[in-house]
């Protein structure tokens, strides 16, 4: 096979934004003198189907232009092959590229990361449920802020922003505790009521929020941070610390590293990288080292430097 580096773009994520990160991705890889092939997917089915045709012609990398749900959407099958994968954020959250480092605003920087990067293998999360298994990348969510997700999928007024607000207002109203039953790396099963659970393979999910702050894609645990119940004004209270990453302390929040999280609650609904992807009963366990990515070498790189070792 001829050397070539594989782009793949998801151009409805972000809004569109990957349309035009796809184009400033594959200019400057061209620039910097690489030989393309290009493959953008209109669905989730097209954008595996093209996954899988570009890493049968062996490309030194993949380059995937999107978001999180973009490259989880495919994880299957890139875990699978030995293409090591260079993310170009481009969608809403953009968490894992946040936790490798990447730079978030700058498509050309990013992609030229497939020319002068070094590889990391990194973790991969899996949902495993009577919905099948999932693969997910950052951070699994359970409980009020799944609910809040949920809720906004299923709104189809407003548009934009604002739809989100409204689930908010309306989970808030409806705040309850949930009757979690969890399980951590095959103990016993306890009774674990509270506002929510996440189980994180990054530290952050929704954009940047450090629910799971300290958790590295490469260090073989996940981290599960459980909120016990909270009523509607603690909270709201407690909310600004959580965006912040100073919530570990509090004490309705409980942090362990583990591998495997069991969780069984009423009405549950299971949210990773922003896609649903489970409801009822799951298992949460990890792959670790499942995904080769390449990430800068030192710092954001420049589209101006010189080609460095991998």
């Keep these: 096979m001829d050397a070539?580096?594989?782009v793949l773009s998801n151009p409805t994520a972000g809004k569109g934004r990957a349309r035009v990160a796809a184009v400033q991705?594959?200019?400057?890889?061209?620039?910097?003198?690489?030989?393309?092939?290009?493959?953008?997917?209109?669905?989730?089915?097209?954008?595996?189907?093209?996954?899988?045709?570009?890493?049968?012609l062996a490309p030194a990398a993949l380059v995937v232009v999107g978001?999180?749900?973009t490259l989880s959407g495919i994880l299957d099958i890139v875990c699978a092959s030995?293409?090591?994968?260079?993310?170009?954020?481009?969608?809403?959250?953009?968490?894992?590229?946040?936790?490798l480092g990447l730079p978030l605003v700058d498509p050309a920087?990013?992609?030229i990361v497939a020319l002068r990067g070094r590889t990391r293998r990194i973790d991969v999360g899996e949902v495993r449920s009577a919905d099948g298994t999932r693969l997910f990348l950052t951070v699994a969510a359970l409980g009020f802020d799944a609910k809040v997700s949920d809720r906004t999928d299923r709104l189809r007024w407003p548009r934009g922003q604002l739809r989100y607000y409204l689930a908010l207002v309306i989970e808030l109203f409806r705040l309850r505790p949930m009757r979690f039953r969890m399980s951590i790396d095959g103990g016993a099963a306890t009774d674990a009521p509270g506002t929510l659970i996440a189980v994180g393979n990054t530290a952050s999910y929704g954009g940047g929020m450090p629910m799971c702050?300290?958790?590295?894609?490469?260090d073989g645990r996940l981290d599960v941070v459980a909120v016990r119940p909270l009523g509607r004004l603690r909270l709201l209270r407690v909310f600004p610390r959580l965006l912040r990453g100073r919530h570990l302390d509090l004490p309705e929040v409980s942090h362990r590293r583990a591998q495997?999280?069991?969780?069984?609650?009423?009405?549950?609904?299971?949210?990773?990288?922003g896609e649903r992807v489970a409801h009822g009963e799951c298992v949460i366990a990890l792959r670790a080292?499942?995904?080769a990515v390449l990430v800068p070498v030192d710092g954001v790189p420049s589209v101006s430097s010189r080609p460095g070792d991998r």
């Design 109 to 111: 920087a990013a992609a």
């Design 67 to 69: 978001g999180d749900g």
């Design 289 to 291: 080292s499942a995904l």
């Design 4 to 6: 070539h580096v594989a």
């Design 260 to 273: 495997t999280v069991s969780v069984a609650a009423p009405d549950l609904v299971v949210y990773a990288d």
């Design 25 to 56: 991705a594959a200019d400057a890889l061209r620039i910097a003198g690489a030989t393309l092939r290009e493959y953008s997917g209109a669905s989730v089915a097209e954008t595996r189907m093209l996954a899988a045709q570009a890493l049968a």
């Design 213 to 218: 702050v300290g958790a590295q894609p490469d």
């Design 82 to 99: 030995d293409v090591p994968v260079v993310v170009v954020p481009a969608g809403t959250g953009n968490d894992l590229a946040r936790a």
